[in-house]
């Protein structure tokens, strides 16, 4: 099991009071620091390329993200997400790391699962436009690796962060070699995610309500989504690892704890086991509360290490 992340992933300042800090993955990688993970397999992340990049999306985004020189600490690029001096090269890390977690799994033959415990997130940036805290669509950046460098036919994203993956589902709307599977909260930031949105047949969104718990996400995934991502049969199993749906989190309304990311995990490494070889990527995503974004990133990790 190996752990992907960089310093630089640090240095992306939103801002004081932004509720998408540094002190998000500081906490994560201080759990992870304990002894009880000390068998991790820690490895720097490398940068995306600017063509890894350009395979999701389009020369304009990346050139504004990577070539915007900040006046100040921070500028906006819309009302929730933030450039800063440091922050071309914490979203290339991000990226990066995915990529590379990506050719591990897929090359290395004693690699089977990876975690990216970086920042920022990425599942809410389009192909055209960063947007909710997000850069770079990072899960994306790693399909399209999986695909392009690898030749796979079928990868699968499965996405429980409260918030619904838009920019994953823009980017893969039409292509079908990717199931994209998402339980998120609605009505809520982004406003998308209705089971409607079915793209090439390949998007699978089930939406929650304010109040909603352990037993109807579990119920969603194990009599619905689980059952949709086997039969894709996915040769490759990628997971937008958001923690914000925990009962403590600030910016929503669902009633998880920690035990409920274990379990998706150890259902989605039971999946990439019987399916994909045991090959699987998470990428940290949302968890807005510290406390319980370290407590709920620890279950999914040692969860990823059985």
């Known amino acids: 099991m190996r752990l992907y992340t960089h310093p630089a992933c640090l240095q992306h300042d939103t801002g004081p009071h932004h509720p998408e800090s540094?002190?998000?993955?500081?906490?994560?990688?201080?759990?992870?620091?304990?002894?009880?993970?000390?068998?991790?397999?820690?490895?720097?992340?490398?940068?995306?390329?600017?063509?890894?990049?350009?395979?999701?999306h389009d020369e304009a985004?990346?050139?504004?993200?990577?070539?915007?020189?900040?006046?100040?600490?921070?500028?906006?690029?819309?009302?929730?997400?933030?450039?800063?001096?440091?922050?071309?090269e914490a979203a290339l890390r991000a990226a990066g790391a995915v990529v590379a977690a990506v050719d591990a799994v897929l090359s290395s033959g004693h690699v089977r699962r990876a975690f990216c415990a970086v920042r920022p997130p990425g599942h809410h940036a389009t192909r055209s436009e960063a947007m909710?805290?997000?850069?770079?669509?990072?899960?994306?950046?790693?399909?399209?690796?999986?695909?392009v460098a690898h030749g796979l036919r079928r990868v699968a994203i499965a996405d429980f962060d409260v918030h619904h993956g838009n920019g994953t589902q823009d980017i893969f709307w039409h292509e079908p070699r990717v199931l994209f599977a998402s339980s998120h909260e609605m009505p809520l930031y982004p406003g998308s995610g209705n089971p409607d949105e079915r793209g090439a047949g390949n998007i699978l969104n089930r939406p929650?309500?304010?109040?909603?718990?352990?037993?109807?996400?579990?119920?969603?995934?194990?009599?619905?989504?689980?059952?949709?991502?086997?039969?894709?049969?996915?040769?490759?199993?990628?997971?937008?690892?958001?923690?914000?749906?925990?009962?403590?989190d600030p910016l929503a309304n669902?009633?998880?704890?920690?035990?409920?990311?274990?379990?998706?995990?150890?259902?989605?490494?039971?999946?990439?086991n019987h399916h994909a070889e045991g090959r699987l990527v998470s990428t940290l995503e949302g968890g807005y509360d510290v406390a319980a974004l370290a407590s709920s990133a620890a279950a999914h990790v040692e969860a990823l290490m059985e």
């Open 61 to 88: 985004h990346v050139q504004r993200v990577l070539d915007t020189v900040p006046m100040g600490e921070t500028q906006w690029l819309d009302d929730d997400t933030a450039l800063s001096p440091g922050s071309a």
């Open 22 to 56: 540094p002190a998000r993955l500081a906490a994560v990688l201080r759990v992870l620091d304990r002894d009880h993970y000390a068998a991790l397999d820690r490895v720097e992340a490398p940068r995306a390329t600017r063509d890894q990049l350009l395979r999701v």
């Open 254 to 272: 669902l009633c998880l704890g920690s035990e409920d990311y274990a379990w998706i995990t150890a259902k989605l490494v039971e999946l990439a």
């Open 208 to 248: 929650m309500s304010a109040g909603d718990g352990s037993y109807l996400f579990r119920e969603l995934w194990e009599g619905d989504l689980l059952p949709r991502i086997r039969a894709f049969r996915p040769q490759l199993v990628l997971v937008s690892a958001g923690f914000d749906a925990h009962q403590n």
């Open 132 to 147: 909710g805290f997000c850069l770079f669509n990072n899960v994306a950046v790693g399909a399209a690796q999986a695909m």
